[in-house]
């Protein structure tokens, strides 16, 4: 009998790959995604799909903006992914591939795809991703589909998504194409603008006090140089008041 991994056993798992400490305004969004993406691992009606991904990447990416040191942000999100025992660059490939497919779409026909993958032509791998998601009956829904779907119109027509009102248009189209919640794509939506602002605060205030920080150190520099600067020549009087 196969025993289900329980968060516990995922957090553990990422703390043994990444094993150096995370600044503190971080590692609530690092294990909130973990437990996250833990939840949706053990359920049975969840399955992994590209939009998934960009999600999970977007989010990562977006919220972990100005971490120092900068090469810890790749040990983390590698030590993510095997601690839900999934690839790194599966996540990332494929988050780039369907960004790629797109690349020179409109918002108009990027949210017609969302919306009915059966119509138009071109995006095969989004589009075919799209079309499994409507024909799923049993499809699981989360938040981190929904930051996909927000990331993937935000990518061609970021002006759409900034204005309330095209951006419940564009929802309300996506929302009833695949027989998801309004609701709770609107509700998913704004709660990760929200946070993303927050963070993007918080970011601020942390490069303002490493910045304040950087200069008290500065002045500590200069106010030992001086002081050292004196003594030595304090010591050459001296010893030139002996000579005489």
């Known amino acids: 009998m196969n025993t289900v991994r329980t968060v516990s056993d995922t957090k553990r798992a990422f703390y043994t790959h990444h094993t150096r400490p995370i600044n503190s305004i971080y590692r609530r969004v690092v294990e909130e995604l973990m437990v996250e993406m833990h939840l949706l691992s053990v359920n049975v009606d969840f ?41 790194t660059n599966v996540y990332r490939n494929d988050a780039t591939a369907i960004l790629d497919e797109i690349g020179d779409w409109s918002g108009d026909a990027v949210v017609a795809l969302l919306s009915d993958p059966n119509e138009g032509e071109g995006a095969h791998r ?58 709770k794509l609107q509700k998913d939506t704004e709660l990760y603008r929200s946070n993303l602002e927050k963070m993007k605060q918080a970011q601020a205030v942390l490069k303002d006090m490493r910045e304040a920080e950087r200069k008290k150190r500065q ?13 030595s020549e304090d010591s050459t009087e001296t010893a030139a008041e002996s000579t005489d």
């Open 219 to 231: 002045e500590r520099a200069l106010q030992k140089e001086a002081s050292t600067s004196s003594q």
């Open 47 to 87: 399955q992994y799909d590209p939009v998934y991904a960009l999600g999970v990447v977007s989010s990562f990416d977006r919220f972990m903006e100005g971490y120092l040191p900068e090469a810890d942000k790749d040990s983390i999100f590698t030590a993510l992914c095997q601690a839900l025992e999934s690839d």
């Open 126 to 183: 989004l589009r075919d991703t799209i079309r499994k998601v409507s024909e799923n009956t049993k499809f699981k829904y989360s938040r981190l589909f929904a930051i996909g779907l927000y990331t993937l119109i935000v990518a061609v027509d970021a002006q759409r998504m900034e204005e309330e009102e095209s951006r419940d248009r564009a929802l309300e189209s996506v929302a009833q194409g695949l027989s998801l919640s309004l609701e």
